[in-house]
């Protein structure tokens, strides 16, 4: 009983993909762009301009890597 409830719990949460800048942890997500940036909300990462840099620190796109963020 106790793996179908670990089972059960397991499915009930959901990732999305967003990008991380390496430098300081700040979140790009498609979801939401960068408006400051002039970048529109559902604009996914690879189409973000090559010259954008972090809004915090101003790291490179380089600098951002994929990491998944846990939804339930």
Do not use: N
């Amino acid at each position: 009983e106790e793996k179908v409830k670990a089972i059960k719990k397991t499915e009930d949460v959901s990732a999305r993909v967003v990008h991380q800048c390496q430098s300081c942890f700040t979140v790009y997500d498609k979801l939401f762009g960068d408006p400051k940036a002039g970048i529109p909300a559902g604009t996914v990462f690879k189409d973000v301009p090559t010259d954008y840099s972090c809004p915090v620190c101003d790291a490179p796109k380089a600098a951002f890597k994929k990491a998944e963020v846990m939804l339930s």
